[in-house]
């Protein structure tokens, strides 16, 4: 039996209701969305790393999620964890953020789930883009990737703002084609600003 007691410590799954997850996002991600993926074996199986997408769409964070071989953590709004929703994605890797976009106190939980072995999704532009275009890079994946010492792998995701955009409750079928870029790696000198913009840099290239 699936237990859904909020028992985890931020970022981890159970891995059960990861499983089930993962079943029911390849015949929805198939039916409706004829779901592409460019790039997968991009995705090491093991081992720990980030990956950076664009954020246009609700569906970004399930799309990225179906794409892992293994649970994956990622940041969510404290808005978003309440009723049985919220007791689900908290159970399915979500890290409560503190305020509508990551402080110190939220990069260090991210750190921690990272420590204890986990990957981590991270949307650069830092909120959704309420137009579909490109917003600019928040220094927060720079930070976490030099003090995690792990590597980005940059993804783009084409159609989720078409399917389901900021304020629509419902999905509109069509296509969703996913392109995953190969593992990058920073060194120290460069300051978290200066990671973030190359990162959204590989991010806008990928969709073109």
């Not at 007691?5 to 891995?15: K, L, V």
Request: charged fraction near 20%; include cysteine; glycine fraction near 8%.
């Amino acid at each position: 039996m699936i237990s859904l007691s909020d028992r985890f410590p931020p970022g981890e799954s159970n891995r059960i209701l990861w499983m089930a997850a993962k079943v029911l996002g390849f015949f929805i991600f198939k039916l409706f969305f004829h779901l592409e993926i460019e790039g997968k074996e991009n995705i090491p199986p093991s081992g720990r790393f980030v990956i950076a997408a664009n954020h246009a769409s609700f569906l970004d964070p399930p799309l990225i999620g179906y794409l892992c071989p293994k649970p994956i953590a990622y940041f969510t709004k404290q808005e978003q964890l309440v009723g049985l929703f919220g007791l689900l994605i908290r159970n399915l890797g979500a890290i409560p953020l503190s305020r509508s976009n990551a402080g110190k106190s939220d990069l260090r939980a991210a750190l921690k789930a990272i420590q204890r072995g986990k990957s981590l999704l991270i949307f650069p532009e830092g909120t959704r883009s309420k137009t579909g275009r490109f917003l600019p890079a928040k220094p927060g994946i720079g930070f976490i990737v030099l003090r995690a010492k792990i590597p980005v792998i940059p993804v783009f995701i084409k159609g989720s703002f078409r399917a389901m955009p900021p304020g629509r409750n419902f999905i509109r079928p069509g296509k969703i084609v996913i392109k995953v870029e190969k593992p990058c790696y920073y060194s120290s000198h460069l300051s978290y600003q200066e990671i973030a913009d190359d990162v959204l840099k590989k991010i806008i290239e990928l969709s073109k």
